[in-house]
């Protein structure tokens, strides 16, 4: 019986060994890189929510200072005022 290697196939010797073993190489980089990639793009969109999150809550801040302002000077316009002239 031939030696064979983790995956059950034969071992290949000489150059075509060489070849597996550099596409192999390949391979295992092709997937680090493509692991590293989805990490990185996990922690991108975790940070664009924190981001949005963040965003939100400046917007209700400046909604709710916008909508006293605005009711200040409703109450202002909507009381009438007499002017007295003392002729």
Known sequence: MPLTDRHNSPVVEGRDADERYGS???????????????????????ELQATASHQHEQIEA???????????????????QTVLNNQ
């Open 24 to 46: 192999q190489q390949e391979g295992n980089a092709a997937v680090t890189f493509h692991l590293e990639q989805e990490a990185t793009i996990a922690q991108l969109k975790k």
């Open 62 to 80: 400046l909604t709710e200072g916008a909508q006293k302002v605005s009711a200040r000077l409703e109450a202002n316009r909507a009381a009438p």
